[in-house]
């Protein structure tokens, strides 16, 4: 588990610095794209496309950074009913079905939609294919996953240490 928290924690690094990254680029776009259009008269259309694009981009690493953070909502009702043992269960089946969902919806699906994108290019910015702008799907799924399996085995742990407790 050792080696699992310390990718876990290059895995988290990684995603705040992308995170930071996007976000002080985004500003500087759309700072730029404010002076272009009321003091130049001159707005411009790339980095109007490349700021949407990219606060879509943040948004998804983020919101796999909170995942992994475990910062996203939750409802404990029904776990705090069932007890702390029973909990662990479902919380283990909640963990699941993100992880099949993760793959099979963000990592395949946004990998099969990068690639049928690779042919076109955007609009506003002729040089980028549509694929290189979706490609950020797959790759915050790839983070999801490995999120959800981390959660999986550290619950996991969890029952054996709740085990391991109650026989002493």
Request: net charge positive; hydrophobic share 50%.
């Amino acid at each position: 588990m050792n080696t699992l928290t310390a990718i876990k924690k290059a895995c988290d690094k990684i995603l705040i610095v992308l995170c930071i990254f996007l976000c002080a680029f985004m500003v500087v776009l759309v700072t730029y794209q404010v002076v272009a259009r009321f003091i130049l008269g001159d707005p411009s259309a790339i980095s109007e496309e490349l700021s949407r694009l990219i606060f879509v981009w943040m948004g998804l690493f983020a919101s796999a950074l909170l995942y992994g953070e475990k910062g996203h909502m939750n409802i404990n009702y029904i776990p705090e009913k069932l007890g702390e043992y029973r909990g662990y269960f479902l919380t283990i089946f909640s963990e699941l079905l993100t992880f099949g969902m993760a793959i099979w919806v963000l990592t395949y699906g946004g990998y099969r939609i990068t690639m049928n994108g690779m042919g076109q290019v955007n609009s506003a910015m002729t040089w980028l294919p549509v694929g290189v702008i979706y490609s950020v799907i797959p790759v915050s799924g790839a983070f999801v996953v490995f999120y959800a399996f981390y959660n999986i085995l550290e619950t996991v742990n969890k029952i054996k240490n709740y085990k391991k407790t109650q026989e002493a």
